[in-house]
């Protein structure tokens, strides 16, 4: 489902050749496909428009894999909610479209303005972590005179095969409430003035490609469903979270979305309650590409060095998690080219400053460029001004066009809003040197 593709020996982006883009917004940009993105999204559907038991799922987008508003916006006219973190997040997902009805909050550090907020513009729930969170919501929203639609992330204690970083279905992270005290916490939200108890809420990793851990989560939801329901509550949604994974590798294939909604099937199908996804990478991760120019290529007394334009702080997957991410070159090498190991490296001066280590690549030379592949998820959504870098340019591609929809950063954005004392001694100076 990637939209790269070579065509007359060069690589192109649906009906867009890359080097186009390169030549018009510069290097490095982020590239993204909204037909690929439209397609995951009616694949993710599309698995589950198969059950009829299961109903019609809301799929609640995760905003933090790209909050690009055009990526989000896509996503709404699909019929996406949004899940969102935090109330930046939440603005975001309302600007790019996505109705309030449409949105669940989740994490663990809601604060009490982000709640009257998220009350106000009136979410469809929130996926409350902890009992102190509980309390703090049902005073936020009894001083409105509402009560809050409220499912109880419980942690299953069930860890997937995924990276230790990404990995949250475990008893020892800070996700969720412990599987034991599960009942006694929806005992304590029931008695709270503010708090409407709708579901139950679990999540349990991100790039999760062996299915078993999904199964064994689900299973012992339902297994909480029932006993909740017996002791009296009303569970009608199920928010089943986001984790999917997708194929990093090149030949690799990702895991089938129809598996895992046979999984959904099979293990709360026959609930009837009401299902919610919050799919992130799953989305949108295969559809994007961080395209970068060759700056240098160093010659080591035992490692060649092929250094970017692009960085750590542009993408941090591979330095954060030994991510693996392909590397093609936009000129499609010569027939019969010979592989050999090199460092793809960024200019950021940290040796965790790398794309991909000993990675055997056809011969490249400054001036050439470079897609970094399934860059959609967690790439310009983790980027930072690390080293006064400005945030890559963003541009969608649709068909045979493309649009920027974030320019790259200028040099006066990124000391825009930064001041210095007025008691240092060498303001002047320093005025004068930032303009
Ligand atoms: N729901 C919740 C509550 C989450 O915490 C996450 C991701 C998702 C949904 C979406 O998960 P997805 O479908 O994208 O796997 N920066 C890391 C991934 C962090 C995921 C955090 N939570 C990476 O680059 O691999």
Redesign the pocket.
Known sequence: MTPFHVRDGALWADDVALAEIADAVGTPFYCYSQTAIEQAYRAFADAFARYPALGDPLICY?V??NGALAVVAALATQGAGA?VVSEGELRRALAAGVPARKIVF?GVGKTAREMAYALDVGIHQFNVESEPELEALSEVAAARGVKAPVAIRVNPDVAPDTHAK?A?GGGETKFGVAWGRARQVYARAAALPGIAVVGIDV?IG??IVALGAFEAAFAKVAELARALHADGHAIDRLDL????GIAYEGGAMPPDVRHYAAIVERTVGALGCELIF?????LVGAAGALVARVVYVKRGEDRTFVILDAAMNDLI?PTL?DAHHEIVPVRAPAAGAILAPVDVVGPVCETGDVFALERPMPPLAAGDLVAILSAG??GAA?ASNYNSRPLAAEVMVIGDRFAVVRPRQTYEAILAGETVPDWHAAIPAIRKATG
């Open positions: 995760s933090k894999a899940d989740s990404i949250t999540h991100s790039q979270g986001g984790g999917l919050e799919p992130g990478r799953a997957r998690y998820a967690y983790m």
